[in-house]
T-cell receptor, first 114, second 115 residues
Framework: ETGVTQSPTHLIKTRGQQVTLRCSSQ?????VSWYQQALGQGPQFIFQ???????GRGNFPPRFSGLQFPNYSSELNVNALELDDSALYLC?????????????FGPGTRLTVL | AQSVTQLGSHVSVSEGALVLLRCNYS??????LFWYVQYPNQGLQLLLK??????LVKGINGFEAEFKKSETSFHLTKPSAHMSDAAEYFC?????????????FGQGTRLTINP
């Protein structure tokens, strides 16, 4: 069974650029959540995708957007990058079945905005 | 809204000593609570979870936590610290937003083990 994978591992961008981060969910999972973890902070929920549609969003501006594909993999896109977007971006997959759905985290993508 | 507060951003113990990391939660409904560990430059690994079964929860690597409703606490303990326990620890609670089940994390506690 393959766990959650993310690519790339590290990324350096400049202000104003756009970035796409990728996540492959664990086998059998149909839901992907994205979190932003700034340095020295706990992860913050960005949004969740279920069956290719956004299924809940945290307090992030519209320049943070995402996609989920038929194979349940997902992308996080960030437009007009700002310095404060520098963070570790974590993807978590789960199987939505009602009740508690355990989330399994990938290793993260470290984004640095200069 | 559900939230968690971790008391102490940095805890330092000697190898072999008791580890105690504190977490208090706020929830309007019976919560699901978690402890995650994060090693440098890595993602989050689940240590243990409380999902309304036994109040004393045992996890991996010798860690355990006790759910105390009267104190709204879910403190993490380990009887004897090992050097490999040095890491960042996060307490989290589940909540729902627009139908999505999300995790709300505390600020984290950095655990240092002294030889």
């Amino acid at each position: 069974e393959t766990g959650v994978t993310q690519s790339p591992t590290h990324l350096i961008k400049t202000r104003g650029q756009q970035v796409t981060l990728r996540c492959s969910s664990q086998s059998g999972h149909n839901t992907v959540s994205w979190y932003q973890q700034a340095l020295g902070q706990g992860p913050q929920f960005i949004f969740q995708y279920y069956r290719e549609e956004e299924n809940g969003r945290g307090n992030f501006p519209p320049r943070f957007s995402g996609l989920q594909f038929p194979n349940y993999s997902s992308e996080l896109n960030v437009n007009a990058l700002e310095l404060d977007d520098s963070a570790l971006y974590l993807c978590a997959s789960s199987f939505a079945r009602g009740g508690y759905n355990e989330q399994f985290f990938g290793p993260g993508t470290r984004l640095t905005v200069l | 809204a559900q939230s968690v507060t971790q008391l102490g951003s940095h805890v330092s113990v000697s190898e072999g000593a008791l580890v105690l990391l504190r977490c208090n939660y706020s929830s309007s409904v019976p919560p699901y609570l978690f402890w995650y560990v994060q090693y440098p430059n890595q993602g989050l690994q689940l240590l243990l979870k409380y999902t309304s079964a036994a109040t004393l929860v045992k996890g991996i690597n010798g860690f355990e936590a006790e759910f105390k409703k009267s104190e709204t606490s879910f403190h993490l303990t380990k009887p004897s610290a090992h050097m490999s326990d040095a890491a960042e620890y996060f307490c989290a609670v589940t909540t729902s937003i627009q139908g999505a089940q999300k995790l709300v994390f505390g600020q984290g506690t950095r655990l240092t083990i002294n030889p």
